[in-house]
T-cell receptor, first 116, second 114 residues
Framework: AQSVTQLGSHVSVSEGALVLLRCNYSSSVPPYLFWYVQYPNQGLQLLLKYTSAATLVKGINGFEAEFKKSETSFHLTKPSAHMSDAAEYFCAVSDRNAGNNRKLIWGLGTSLAVNP | NAGVTQTPKFQVLKTGQSMTLQCAQDMNHNSMYWYRQDPGMGLRLIYYSASEGTTDKGEVPNGYNVSRLNKREFSLRLESAAPSQTSVYFC?????????????FGPGTRLTVL
């Protein structure tokens, strides 16, 4: 069965510092992978997705993630944090062989705080 | 293009009351989902509908029922609300088959059961 682990439920960085949010997955075949962001009192918004094209995926707001099959990881990074990046971030995986009943398996989320 | 809309945005119920959460999408998506979000527990799937006319249980279906009214609308009903159902509820949709199952989310309904 697929699973997703996000290491660190809370991450705090200074404004301008590197953001690194960790996501590891378990899957028998390379899955589709997603990062979503949730700002306070809002729904979830897709940041980026990996669908087996380039392993380095660029998303919105300067975020990117790299798919590493050997490490079963899909960590999210941003070179320089901005105050507006403070939010909850979710990693999710989808089984590409699941046909029409494809669902997303979600990590528990990482809350990112950005300090001035 | 409104995307995924949910009503109401907020609701307070007393234990034992019933209510229906409404969800609609205007993206012609085949699949729709209902999640609940609780602190420290991430998103948990309640029910989903892979296509019009079908519904399936997710990981936490007890106490809920759903109706896929048509391709656009997917409602979630609480027949007898309990305090344990206090949560934020999100509806989502995706375009299947042939997609990567990227899901699009509504703004959520904050439900409090007293």
């Amino acid at each position: 069965a697929q699973s997703v682990t996000q290491l660190g439920s809370h991450v705090s960085v200074s404004e301008g510092a590197l953001v690194l949010l960790r996501c590891n997955y378990s899957s028998s075949v390379p899955p589709y992978l997603f990062w979503y962001v949730q700002y306070p009192n809002q729904g979830l918004q897709l940041l980026l997705k990996y669908t087996s094209a380039a392993t380095l995926v660029k998303g919105i707001n300067g975020f990117e993630a790299e798919f590493k099959k050997s490490e079963t990881s899909f960590h999210l990074t941003k070179p320089s944090a901005h105050m507006s990046d403070a939010a909850e971030y979710f990693c999710a995986v989808s089984d590409r062989n699941a046909g029409n009943n494809r669902k997303l398996i979600w990590g528990l989320g990482t809350s990112l705080a950005v300090n001035p | 293009n409104a995307g995924v809309t949910q009503t109401p945005k907020f609701q307070v119920l007393k234990t034992g009351q019933s209510m229906t959460l409404q969800c609609a999408q205007d993206m012609n998506h085949n699949s729709m989902y209902w999640y609940r979000q609780d602190p420290g527990m991430g998103l948990r799937l309640i029910y989903y509908s892979a296509s019009e006319g079908t519904t399936d249980k997710g990981e936490v279906p007890n106490g809920y029922n759903v109706s896929r009214l048509n391709k656009r609308e997917f409602s979630l009903r609480l027949e007898s609300a309990a305090p344990s159902q206090t949560s934020v509820y999100f509806c989502a949709s995706s375009s299947n088959p042939g997609s990567y199952n990227e899901q699009f989310f509504g703004p959520g309904t904050r439900l409090t059961v007293l």
